[in-house]
């Protein structure tokens, strides 16, 4: 088994920053591709970003590159989302997942683990 705990989500204005974390137990961490979701009310979960076990590959939605900063520590069991020039459509309950495997996916069935998730809210 392994526990996700997100925290860092909040309020911000429109072009503002936030840094979401991602908080690992049990199961070795760095065996484990790392994932960011979100769902906005009304709406399916969707794909943010992706990092690879040992952080040496990423991949982004095509809605967040160029914004958003996916990046891990193993040594601190610790996923991260840098998210840049905040936009009112990333407002969304931001999820971190675990999957078994080397390197992640863009879809939620590929994930093992899941946290509870972080309200991240851009306003206008």
């Known amino acids: 088994q392994v526990q996700l705990v997100e925290s860092g989500g909040g309020l911000v204005q429109a072009g503002g920053s936030l840094r979401l974390s991602c908080a690992a137990s049990g199961r070795t961490f760095s065996w484990y591709a790392m994932g960011w979701f979100r769902q906005a009310p009304g709406k399916e979960r969707e794909f943010v970003a992706t990092i690879s076990a040992s952080g040496g590959s990423t991949y982004y939605a095509d809605s967040v590159k160029g914004r958003f900063t996916i990046s891990r520590d193993n040594a601190k069991n610790t996923v991260y989302l840098q998210m840049n020039s905040l936009k009112p459509e990333d407002t969304a309950v931001y999820y971190c997942?675990?999957?078994?495997?080397?390197?992640?996916?863009?879809?939620?069935?590929?994930?093992?683990?899941w946290g509870q998730g972080t309200q991240v809210t851009a306003s206008s």
């Open positions: 997942a675990a999957r078994n495997s080397y390197y992640g996916g863009s879809y939620p069935y590929q994930y093992d683990y």
